[in-house]
Each structure stands twice: as structure tokens, then as C-alpha cells.
């Protein structure tokens, strides 16, 4: 399975962005899919989950109301749309995906076993 992201950029504060996650290859065994961020000096946290089959869907507190992800299943692409950034949105956005059935622990514990290489997301004005 191969994950590639697009989307990331300079946005000022309050703006919006989406991001998008193009999976290629047999993901017969991909029950979840996820989008992780990491900001400089700072661990790997998971930012919105989903379980693709069941559509359960988890998110960080920090994006509750803010950040949604939807996904077109022709195109094999998930999407992050993102609202009302803020600086500490700011860092590399990866995609995953993975075999865990509950995205709640893929989120909690970045349980992906596929990565994309990550897109840029820097809030600034």
C-alpha cells in the first residue's frame, strides 16, 4: 500500500486548507485510515481517525468542530478539510493506514502501518 499526501501550504490564521491522500495498491486488509501531525520538538499525535467500513470516526480534541475528513472511494482518495487554522495547527501532516480495527487506538497510538511522506501545513500570518 502506498500513500501519497497533497495539499499542505502557508495559510494565515483563520483560513482553510485541504489535504488530500491518494492510496494505491491492495488494501484488502485496511480497515482504518488516519491523519497524523507532527509539529517541531513535538511527538506524533493523531488528528482524525476513521474506520472506512464501519465509518466510525475519532478526532483530537484540539479539532473537534474544526477539521473533517471525507473520502471518494473511485478515486481511492481521503481527504482532510481543514477550517479556522490556527499557529499551532502548524506541522507535517502524514496519511496512514492500517489494519487496526478501532480507530480510536490508531489515533492514540499512531498505529499506522502504512505512511505517506508527509505534506507541510504552516499557519502564520
Known amino acids: 500500500v502506498q500513500l501519497v499526501e497533497s495539499g499542505g501550504g502557508l495559510v494565515q490564521p483563520g483560513g482553510s486548507l485541504r489535504l488530500s491522500c491518494i492510496l494505491s495498491?491492495?488494501?484488502?486488509?485496511?480497515?482504518?485510515i488516519g491523519w497524523f501531525r507532527q509539529a517541531p520538538g513535538k511527538e506524533r499525535e493523531g488528528v482524525l481517525c476513521?474506520?472506512?467500513?464501519?465509518?466510525?470516526?475519532v478526532y483530537a480534541d484540539s479539532v473537534k468542530g474544526r477539521f473533517t475528513i471525507s473520502r471518494d472511494n473511485v478515486k481511492n482518495t481521503v481527504s482532510l478539510q481543514m477550517t479556522s487554522l490556527q499557529p499551532e495547527d502548524t506541522g507535517v501532516y502524514y496519511c496512514?493506514?492500517?489494519?487496526?480495527?478501532?480507530?480510536?487506538?490508531?489515533?492514540?497510538?499512531?498505529?499506522?502501518?502504512?505512511w505517506g511522506q508527509g505534506t507541510q501545513v504552516t499557519v502564520s500570518s
Open positions: 496512514a493506514a492500517a489494519s487496526q480495527w478501532n480507530p480510536r487506538l490508531m489515533c492514540g497510538q499512531a498505529l499506522g502501518d502504512y
Open positions: 495498491g491492495p488494501f484488502l486488509d485496511v480497515n482504518t
Open positions: 476513521l474506520n472506512h467500513r464501519t465509518l466510525t470516526t
